[in-house]
């Protein structure tokens, strides 16, 4: 079975803040020469404040276990 680890959800975060962060230039890209994807995935802003946060997230998960920075 699997065993829950903090470190394991922390880098889940962290890489789900990274994706987040690529969709939102791909989003903005999509805004600057109007191929549509704004209507499919939203504001570009609402991307990187939600990787931003849940990248936050992973660090503070990581050092709250270490006591340290990633």
Do not use: C, I
């Not at 065993?3 to 230039?25: H, I, P, Q, R, T």
């Not at 994807?37 to 802003?45: E, I, M, S």
Request: aromatic share 20%; hydrophobic share 50%; charged share 10%.
């Amino acid at each position: 079975m699997w065993k829950y680890e903090v470190s394991s959800l922390a880098k889940a975060f962290f890489w789900f803040g990274l994706v987040n962060g690529v969709l939102a230039f791909w989003v903005q890209y999509g805004f600057v020469y109007q191929t549509g994807t704004q209507q499919l995935f939203g504001d570009p802003v609402f991307h990187l404040l939600l990787g931003s946060l849940s990248m936050l997230a992973g660090v503070f998960l990581n050092t709250e276990r270490t006591n340290r920075l990633l």
